[in-house]
């Protein structure tokens, strides 16, 4: 666990289903978009709790790692963090998050991003990070340029939300070296 400010960074634990089912159906507006495939998981207590020991499994295998942003008084659950799409050839994963709209604004994704970058060198080893955001997603390039990612290119047609055309991104990358 990292704790940053009044951020508890954690691993997904079995006994977070029940919060991530409230947070995914909280959030449904700002998940649809970009966490399709994470809030249709966890629109029900049932299919949270599949998806929670799923991401517990894929955590343990490093296939996937799903990190939980909590408020270390509150307990309020502010979000996820996913190191994502890892290549361990190329000692490489992609970062996407999410913030509780009531949450929003406080820096919670720029300050879990950027312990957890400290955090995936260190202890995963990776040697690259990467955030895939869409120009108009101003809080996530902020997100990346504030944890001192660099922008790399523009990523054409590379990702289609639910019912629309595919979309150019943007690639940033933050590399251990430059730490």
Known sequence: MLLVDYIEIAPIKIHDAWKLCNFANANEPHLKRF????????????????????KVKQFEAKDE????????EYRDFLGLVYIKELDWVKK??????????RWGGKSI?????GALSEYAF????????QIIAHKTNIPSVKVALNNGFTWIK????SYAPPMEEALDMELYE??????
Do not use: I, M
């Open 35 to 54: 966490f399709p495939k994470t809030l249709e998981q966890n629109l029900t207590p049932s299919l949270s709790q599949y998806f929670v020991e799923q």
């Open 109 to 113: 994704a720029t300050k879990s991003v």
């Open 122 to 129: 260190s202890e995963f080893g990776l040697e690259t990070l």
């Open 65 to 72: 790692f799903l990190f939980t942003l909590k408020h270390e």
């Open 92 to 101: 490489q994963g992609e970062f996407a998050y999410c913030v509780d709209y």
């Open 154 to 157: 523009t990523l054409e047609k």
């Open 174 to 179: 933050l590399y251990k070296h430059e730490r």
